[in-house]
């Protein structure tokens, strides 16, 4: 009896091992993709899946995770020419006709992600085949609406702040945090000593309540060295700080 189990479980492993290993799946994508906040144009990220078997797989594509930041962010899926609304978590719907991959076949699933407020969504994925999801292969998907340089270190703050930019004096890179205690319009701009505008880091951006930091690089905007001054401007909040460019 006990060698009968033992042989059961020996094949139902060997048996996994070789299902697991007739299809894959994995984003094609930079791990974070960067676009802008607009409810009209999605920032989309890619994945790939593929029939590495002898015979036709029917494939399920299942949206596991969806941590998105608050507000209107959306996500949703494409397979092929088939979009779904950013209420489907799961491809094929109930109901719909199986997604059969021949021998071989691979197909693309698109992930579009759409908001006007600047942070960052993250989606995992889980895809099998044939009726079995606990045979999956999953991956993770993230988008970040706005500008590249800057992230949300803290969704807890207690008001308006903006603090001195760390280093000071710095070249060419340094760090400019600032906290808004709720989901504001933002401005962030870099100005010379003259008063001229020397970058626009945030131009009138929603921006979520939270505190930021903006990894500011001077080469970017080629400035030289010299004194600059940093204005963060909200709804209901205006602020510079001084800060010492030496190259």
Known sequence: MKKTVLLLLLM?????????????FHRISPAIVNGDTSLFNVTATKGVFKNTGSTSLNFVVARV????????WTSSMCVGTNCYSSMVDTIPPRGQAPMTLAAG??????IDFNGTSIGTGTVIIRVWVNNTPSNF???????????????RISSVVEGYKLEQNY??????????????????????KVYDI???????LLNNERVMQGTYSYDFNASDYNLHSG????LLKTENFTSTKKMILVK
């Open 12 to 24: 139902a492993t060997f048996s996994g091992t070789i299902f697991s290993q007739t299809f894959t």
């Open 65 to 72: 995770v969806n941590n998105l930041p608050a507000g209107d």
């Open 105 to 110: 076949q691979q197909d693309t699933l698109i």
């Open 137 to 151: 292969v999953a991956d993770t998907f993230k988008v970040h609406l706005g500008p590249v340089g800057i992230r």
């Open 167 to 188: 280093p000071n004096p710095f070249n060419p890179t340094t760090k400019i945090n600032f906290s808004i205690p709720k989901n504001e319009n933002v401005t962030l």
């Open 194 to 200: 003259l008063g001229n505008e020397a970058a626009v």
């Open 227 to 230: 004194v600059f001054y940093y």
